[in-house]
């Protein structure tokens, strides 16, 4: 069986789009995509940070708990405690003052 020429372009052409690959665009020259303009990286500030192993175990020993600002859940311990991005410690009172809702698991 015989491919056509045409046919066989035409199916390149769309892998190469498919790809991502400017194969497709002879005026880069060098064969690579260009370089898209990125946009400038977002980093979280120091306080929206998961909180330091030191942090944590003051906070333990003040029975505070750590909220996730994110979800609207506090945590009193287990995983999730004093380990989400955004998030920080405060009392239980203070917590459902705020609205935020105990997690049903840690």
């Known amino acids: 069986m015989r491919v056509k020429p045409s046919w066989l372009l035409a199916v390149f052409v769309m892998l190469a789009a498919l790809t991502g690959s400017s194969f497709a665009n002879p005026q880069t020259g060098s064969g690579q995509a260009p370089a898209a303009s990125a946009a400038p990286e977002v980093k979280p500030s120091p306080s929206a940070a998961a909180a330091s192993a030191s942090d944590i175990a003051d906070a333990k020993a003040n029975?505070?708990?750590w909220v996730n600002l994110d979800s609207g859940v506090y945590h009193q311990g287990g995983r999730w405690y004093g380990k989400t991005k955004n998030g920080k410690f405060m009392t239980v009172?203070?917590?459902?003052?705020?609205?935020?809702?105990?997690?049903?698991?840690?």
């Open 63 to 65: 029975h505070k708990v």
């Open 93 to 106: 009172d203070e917590a459902k003052k705020a609205g935020y809702k105990a997690a049903k698991r840690d």
